[in-house]
């Protein structure tokens, strides 16, 4: 079932209004990414506690050199999810009861 145009528009305003910053993960990966504080930031936790936890085996500073460039990506996931969700949500609204 085809979503209707103010359907699409409203769930693409609520993916960009709930989409992460890239400049605020960035800011946090520089100045606080010691603590991990980027990834805390794009929602991922357990990583986080992961990575801090890995810097005492050195291990933990090519992980935060890596995240340079898999911060764009996990802000894509992120906003790809929520419209993914938006879109079943608003699906589901379309079937008729029985």
């Given at each position: 079932m085809?979503?209707?145009?103010?359907q699409e528009i409203l769930i693409e305003s609520r993916v960009s209004n709930e989409r992460k910053s890239a400049g605020a993960a960035y800011l946090l990966w520089f100045f606080l990414g010691i603590?991990?504080?980027h990834r805390f930031y794009?929602?991922?936790?357990?990583?986080a506690i992961l990575q801090v936890l890995s810097y005492f085996i050195l291990v933990g500073f090519i992980w935060w050199v890596i995240d340079l460039f898999l911060i764009p990506?996990?802000?894509?996931?992120?906003?790809?999810?929520?419209?993914?969700?938006l879109v079943a949500r608003y699906r589901n609204e379309a079937l008729p009861r029985r």
């Open positions: 085809s979503l209707t145009t103010e603590f991990s504080a794009l929602g991922r936790p357990i990583s990506g996990i802000i894509q996931e992120d906003a790809d999810e929520v419209r993914r969700d």
